[in-house]
């Protein structure tokens, strides 16, 4: 069965993964001043951070419109079996709404909220295309999409809370305190929201391999996971020392670099860094080939 897997922008994917594996990509929409931008087309988490280094005003998200969807939906359906769309959560976004929608005209079309964003989207869109892959039709690949969306562990560590400030999702008077005590806080994502975890303090390389080994010591290990490093740009030595703890650990078969879009751009700012990963799923192993 021919079945073509698309998500939007936010995914986060690396390149050679989208092409492997044939995911396209719908952009959302950057505002950058009075311009509307296509995500990852037009602008990049370079322009923002200079935007706004600038003394220009934090970007926003613009989800992805109904006719947009309809358009893209209509161009894979006559050419496909199936078409699995996977969005940003709906929690962040009415991408997954504005796509439900346009999915109304066909009988083909299939839209799953992700629950997450960034590369914890990403992973469920790269599951969906293994399973196609495998030979898995639409009604035995959504179930099974659902579950391990449960299960995606997505979190990131912020450098600096005036960008997550300025758009909204913490006090002004709280990132200032957290700004003078150095700390660097664990955003997690649970049930479609963003939550704070642990608050880290002291320079990111330290902070970075505390984060590592709190993220993985809840699980066993098992090698046939994988891990997403995602980050727009950021200090490489608190990379290095994310590499580094990620490889003594020992239990990822493969780590992804991946850039991080406008979106966590926007939201989060320079420095961002998380890893991404789906546990090792002793019933369903082989999406992870």
């Not at 150095?182 to 994502?189: A, G, Q, V, W």
């Amino acid at each position: 069965m021919d079945i073509k897997i698309l998500t939007d922008s936010t995914c986060d994917l690396p390149r050679e993964v989208m092409e492997e594996y044939d995911i396209s990509v719908i952009p959302l929409h950057i505002n950058l001043g009075e311009r509307s931008l296509l995500d990852g087309e037009e602008v990049t988490p370079q322009d923002i951070f200079a935007h706004v280094a600038a003394g220009g005003e934090l970007p926003s998200t613009a989800a992805i419109n109904l006719s947009r969807f309809q358009e893209a939906f209509a161009g894979y359906a006559s050419g496909h079996d199936a078409v699995i769309c996977i969005t940003i959560g709906s929690g962040f976004s009415s991408c997954f709404q504005n796509a439900s929608a346009a999915a109304g005209d066909f009988s083909n079309v299939y839209v799953v909220d992700s629950q997450k964003l960034s590369a914890g989207q990403g992973i469920a869109a790269l599951s969906a295309a293994r399973m196609a892959r495998q030979g898995l039709s639409p009604e035995e690949i959504l179930p099974r999409l659902q579950t391990l969306i449960s299960k995606i562990d997505t979190s990131f560590i912020l450098d600096r809370l005036d960008y997550m400030s300025k758009s909204g999702r913490c006090s002004s008077v709280a990132a200032l305190g957290a700004n003078l005590l150095k700390l660097k806080p664990c955003i997690e994502l649970k049930d479609g929201q963003m939550t704070v975890g642990k608050k880290y303090r002291g320079a990111m390389p330290k902070v970075m391999r505390q984060y590592v080994w709190d993220r993985l010591e809840k699980y066993e290990k098992q090698q046939e996971t994988e891990v997403f490093v995602t980050h727009p740009p950021a200090n490489p030595d608190a990379l290095l020392a994310t590499w580094e703890a990620l490889a003594v650990d020992g239990r990822f078969h493969k780590i992804w670099d991946a850039d991080a879009g406008c979106t966590v751009a926007c939201h989060c700012g320079p420095n961002t860094i998380g890893i991404i990963f789906l546990p090792a799923q002793e019933e369903n192993p082989s999406i992870y080939t």
